[in-house]
């Protein structure tokens, strides 16, 4: 089980929202590259970064702090990011720049050609991030509700050759009030490609359970707010993780 600290980017800073509101964000560092090198030595072995900016703007605006990161810590660990990624020329640059996975969420849903497009050209380096709440998949930084079923879109982008997917229940993102263990495990099962969970963690307890689903198909979890307000101790947890799984 692969616990991922996430860096979000808003204005060069590492912030985090609740539930996806700009306008209700804690910043908890301003330097993101020490924040990266912080993560990888307590024992991170996949950071996930989330341009804020560019997934309301459409593309990339926190580029700068982006490459400060992959030059600390880029050579140790793979690095994935989402937001505002809508062409196929910035997926290129950023894989050039050193990130080891895009993740398209809005584009995926709203121009599945893209995402098709991107699978073909970028194959092994995609990952679709599908954000819903009550099984609908939301868009544009989670401020619209589409009608889709997040299965039956999960099931389509996995045919396209997605590496993976990062669920997130956006009802619970920030909130620290536990993964939705089902609907992550209904994800997992409709799937044969891994799937990470994202939204809510809040401790070791939501560990501990994703640990004993693992074997459904969850790779992975993002860890947000509750690393950053000492909730989760990291190195702990992803230590437990491990023993768990027979690793340590």
Partial sequence: MLLIPAIDLKDGRCVRLKQGDMNDSTTFGEDPAAIARRWVDAGARRLHLVDLNGAFAGKPVNESAIKAILAEVGD???????????D????????????????????????PGFLHDACSAFGGHIIVGLDAKDGKVATDGWSKLTGHEVVDLAQKFQDYGVEGVIYTDIGRDGMLTGINIDATVKLAQALTIPVIASGGLS?????????????????????????????LDFAAAQARADELNGEA
Avoid: H, M, W
């Avoid at 020329?89 to 398209?104: A, C, K, P, W």
């Avoid at 401790?203 to 909730?231: F, M, P, Q, W």
């Fill in 203 to 231: 401790n070791l307890a939501d560990i501990e359970k994703l640990c004993a689903v693992e074997s459904e198909g969850i790779e992975g979890v993002i860890c947000g707010r509750a690393i950053y307000t000492g909730d």
């Fill in 88 to 111: 196929l020329d910035t997926i290129e640059r950023y894989l050039d720049d050193g990130l080891s996975f895009i993740i398209i969420g809005t584009a995926a849903v709203k121009n």
């Fill in 76 to 86: 140790e660990i793979p690095v994935q990011l989402g937001g505002g990624i809508r």
